[in-house]
């Protein structure tokens, strides 16, 4: 188990249910700065490769849809 988990400050790490459930786990919080991406570069990288590449430019009309486009970028 991590003893922490970096995030920036997006509203689904400063829920109050997540904090609760590390909490329970023993995980402590990590924020990166406002507006300072480059704390966590490879995340950054990763969605935005992943917007670009597919989410950009395509139109999914089920979930099933987006899983089959996915796969087949891997």
């Known amino acids: 188990m991590p003893k922490h988990i970096r995030s920036d400050n997006g509203p689904e790490?400063?829920?109050?249910?997540?904090?609760?459930?590390?909490?329970?786990?023993?995980?402590?919080?990590l924020f990166i700065e406002p507006g300072s991406p480059w704390e966590n570069g490879y995340c950054e990288s990763f969605?935005?490769?992943?917007?670009?590449?597919?989410?950009?430019?395509?139109?999914f009309n089920?979930?099933?849809?987006?899983?089959r486009k996915r796969?087949?970028?891997r």
Do not use: C, F, P, Q
């Not at 969605?47 to 590449?53: A, F, I, S, V, W």
């Open 47 to 59: 969605n935005g490769k992943l917007r670009d590449e597919l989410l950009n430019g395509e139109i």
């Open 13 to 29: 790490m400063t829920a109050i249910a997540v904090r609760e459930w590390l909490g329970k786990l023993e995980v402590g919080t």
């Open 71 to 73: 796969s087949l970028l």
């Open 62 to 67: 089920t979930i099933a849809s987006l899983h």
